[in-house]
């Protein structure tokens, strides 16, 4: 499948998927530990991407949240992040995206602005987080933050939503 | 003892830790045993020194002697200086005699004594075949200042010299023509390589560096060969984009191998090049004159930084060979122009 699509499954029983979004590998992984390391109820399993569209020849379960990653040092983390937004379908974005920005602690280090994510959030009508990942405890912080909005039966996101979400072909 | 000299003493002892004070003085080998012992290493460092100061003059220490101790401070505080690279070559066809260690240190001695009445030189020879020589500079009418000396790595059995980078520049040409003359070569040119860490230098400039430690594990899977981000083994955790993560992987390997790298703090690149764009006309496209820049990569561990760069994600595999051919060409200073 190019597109992702979060109703064209039905949900696992007592299951939750998450899937994050960038490239800076060795971040995702740090945050996917910290996730797994949170006492849940239900099973979680994390899916780790560079970019969308994913390989199609693998059948994965229902995708419930996906978090796209962009380090603030890194433009390139950004325009990989805008291109892969072009794989995810419309719906999506009702309530089950959200942006995590990271490295904004760094000032000096930062070359993409903060209202660029901002503004990108707004487009796409999700929620925003800073969070520098590579701080140990700030990443155990977001990965419950995380946790708790994806075992919630009616997603968290939806509330922040306001206005059509954009036209997608 | 001259005043002077017992002032270089007092300085030279003062600057070793006192964690190493031992060890040093030892390493140096001047004071014995026996009378090392009848020093109170546990006093303060002011009233040690100046026992050993007094030591030192009741043995007759001389200039030489401080030197050689300087030498040895050096050596054990080698990444305090900046190294440079020296390459010698000889004429093609010349014969090359075998080589004589004292002969070489007499005549090297000799040319700079003849350039400059006030210079002071000292040799420590050293493990494979190298020799240390520390050179403080004078002039025709002023002494040696022995605070601000250069030293010279020389290993024997190749054309290389390693030295010290020294703000008193002036003097490096004089130092040049005798190393190369009293090694009994033609010419010396300076290498494009420059680093605190001498060891990385030897290493790269040796060829020493892409000693494999594993000749037996061509067994193991890659994966378990992975560097230092390991593909979880946690089931929950599902790579998309496994087997893009491990061509990097195996592209990285391929290009960086499997040793750890040699040391480098930093790259530097000068770009000297036309303005060259796709849109016609514009005001730098008529340019004529070339743009420059400097570009410059700085690292505690450049080339294992750049190792990481493509399995972290940060950049893309393969890297481009600007960055990875710095230890097989043996530079890291570039200079770009266009062709």
């Known amino acids: 499948m190019s597109v992702l699509r979060p109703l064209d499954k039905l949900p696992g029983l007592n299951t939750a998927t998450i899937l994050l979004v960038g490239t800076e590998d060795a971040l995702l992984q740090q945050l996917a530990d910290a996730m797994l390391k949170e006492d849940c109820a239900s099973e979680l399993k994390v899916h780790l991407a560079k970019s969308l569209p994913l390989p199609s020849n693998v059948t994965r379960p229902r995708i419930d949240l996906i978090m796209f990653v962009v380090n603030l040092h890194s433009k390139y983390s950004l325009r990989n992040v805008e291109e892969s937004l072009h794989h995810v379908d419309a719906t999506f974005f009702l309530g089950r995206v959200g942006f995590l920005a990271t490295g904004a602690g760094r000032e000096s280090h930062c070359s993409v602005h903060r209202n660029t994510v901002v503004k990108l959030a707004h487009t796409y009508r999700s929620p925003l987080l800073f969070c520098d990942l590579e701080v140990e405890g700030f990443r155990a912080t977001m990965a419950q933050r995380l946790i708790s909005a994806e075992l919630t039966s009616v997603p968290v996101f939806l509330y922040i939503v306001c206005g059509t979400p954009p036209q997608h072909g | ?339």
């Open chain 2, 1 to 339: 003892m001259d005043e002077t000299v017992a002032e270089f003493f007092k300085r030279t002892i003062l600057k070793i830790p006192m964690t190493e004070m031992m060890t040093i003085l030892k390493a140096w080998g001047f004071l014995s045993e026996n009378q090392l012992q009848t020093v109170n290493f546990r006093q303060r460092k002011e009233s040690l020194v100046q026992d050993l100061v007094l030591l030192c003059e009741k043995k007759r220490a001389s200039l030489n002697d401080a030197a050689i101790l300087d030498i040895v401070y050096t050596q054990f505080h080698r990444h305090q200086k900046v190294w440079d690279v020296f390459r010698m070559s000889r004429e093609p066809g010349e014969d090359i005699d075998l080589f004589d260690m004292e002969q070489f240190k007499r005549s090297f001695k000799k040319i700079l004594q003849r350039a400059l009445k006030n210079v002071t030189i000292s040799f420590r020879d050293a493990e494979e075949n190298a020799v240390w020589i520390r050179i403080a500079w004078g002039s025709q009418y002023r002494k040696p200042n022995q605070y601000r000396p250069v030293y010279v790595v020389y290993y024997s059995q190749t054309p290389y010299a390693f030295t010290s980078s020294s703000q008193l520049r002036s003097n490096i040409p004089l130092l040049g023509q005798a190393l190369t003359i009293a090694s009994k070569h033609h010419q010396i040119m300076k290498m494009d390589l420059r680093s605190r860490y001498l060891d990385s230098l030897k290493a790269i400039v040796f060829k020493q560096y892409n000693q494999t430690f594993e000749t037996h594990n061509s067994t193991t899977p890659l994966q378990e060969r992975s560097l230092g981000l390991d593909i979880n083994m946690d089931s929950r955790i599902i790579h998309e984009n496994r087997i893009e993560k491990e061509r990097v992987q195996r592209v990285t390997q391929e290009t960086f191998g499997y040793y750890p790298q040699p040391r480098l703090e930093f790259a530097q690149y000068k770009l000297e090049t036309k303005f060259k764009s796709d849109l016609n006309g514009g005001i730098l496209a008529e340019r004529e004159e070339p743009l420059r820049c400097l570009i410059k990569f700085s690292s505690p561990h450049l080339l294992e930084a750049l190792k990481a760069l493509a399995p972290a994600g940060i950049a893309d595999a393969p890297l481009s060979p600007l960055l990875t051919c710095i230890p097989n060409k043996g530079m890291n200073y570039f200079k770009i122009r266009d062709k």
